[in-house]
């Protein structure tokens, strides 16, 4: 079993930055395909970007690309997730997920988190 616990959520401006974190414990945190995904109001949920063990391997769905930036830290069994230039179309509710293969990594993880809120205001 994987337990994944979330932080960092907030209500923030457009433009503003933020840092999720997603802290890791249960069976081995560098033994799986790290990510995030996220649901707004009234939307399915949907895959936001993943990292591999290594970090070598890093994927980013497109609405985000260039803003957001996906990092782990093993030793501290951490994963992170730096948003800038937000706007109120990422307000959502923002879940960290755990892997086993690339494609469970954008489709359907093998653990998630509670998620964390975050809200961007106008």
């Given at each position: 079993q994987v337990q994944l616990v979330e932080s960092g959520g907030g209500l923030v401006q457009a433009g503003d930055s933020l840092r999720l974190s997603c802290a890791v414990s249960g069976r081995t945190f560098n033994s799986y395909y790290m990510g995030w995904f996220r649901q707004a109001p009234g939307k399915e949920r949907n895959f936001v970007a993943y990292i591999s063990y290594s970090g070598h391997s890093i994927y980013y769905a497109d609405s985000v690309k260039g803003r957001f930036t996906i990092s782990r830290d093993n030793a501290k069994n951490t994963l992170y997730l730096?948003?800038?230039?937000?706007?109120?179309?990422?307000?959502?509710?923002?879940?960290?997920?755990?892997?086993?293969?690339?494609?469970?990594?954008?489709?359907?993880?093998?653990?998630?988190?509670?998620?964390?809120?975050?809200?961007?205001?106008?």
């Open positions: 730096q948003m800038n230039s937000l706007k109120p179309d990422d307000t959502a509710i923002y879940y960290c997920a755990a892997s086993s293969t690339t494609v469970r990594a954008t489709t359907n993880p093998d653990y998630w988190g509670q998620g964390t809120q975050v809200t961007v205001s106008s």
